[in-house]
């Protein structure tokens, strides 16, 4: 059974850095790709980023781009999103998750089939 854990959110100013983890479990993790999204109270879940199986390949939100990274260590099971000069706006539970497929940087949440529970992150203003 594949399961998805995320760490590392918490409360934070704005302007501020926070780096989650999602550490997967259950099968063969360097196949396939693994992506991040968030949800804000009273908003629909959105896109954040995601990358290839390898890494060599990543894709952002507009909204997020040149502040967020995405990586991963295939040996350690584990993706990371990296969030720099963090705004109120990026206040959400950060999900992780995992297709069910191998290859592509899938974007809508319906191409994903497994999800970790989330970790809240705020930033204050």
């Known amino acids: 059974q594949v399961q998805l854990v995320e760490s590392g959110g918490g409360l934070v100013q704005a302007g501020g850095s926070l780096r989650l983890s999602c550490a997967a479990s259950?099968?063969?993790?360097?196949?396939?790709?693994m992506g991040w999204f968030r949800q804000a109270p009273g908003k629909e879940r959105e896109f954040v980023a995601t990358?290839?199986?390898?890494?060599?390949?990543?894709y952002y939100a507009d909204s997020v781009k040149g502040r967020f990274t995405i990586s991963r260590d295939n040996a350690k099971n584990t993706v990371y999103l990296q969030m720099n000069n963090l705004k109120p706006e990026d206040t959400a539970v950060y999900s992780c998750?995992?297709?069910?497929?191998?290859?592509?940087?899938?974007?809508?949440?319906?191409?994903?089939?497994?999800w970790g529970q989330g970790t809240q992150v705020t930033v204050s203003s």
């Open positions: 990358s290839s199986w390898g890494g060599s390949s990543t």
């Open positions: 998750a995992s297709p069910n497929f191998v290859g592509g940087l899938p974007t809508t949440p319906g191409a994903y089939a497994y």
């Open positions: 259950g099968r063969t993790f360097t196949s396939y790709a």
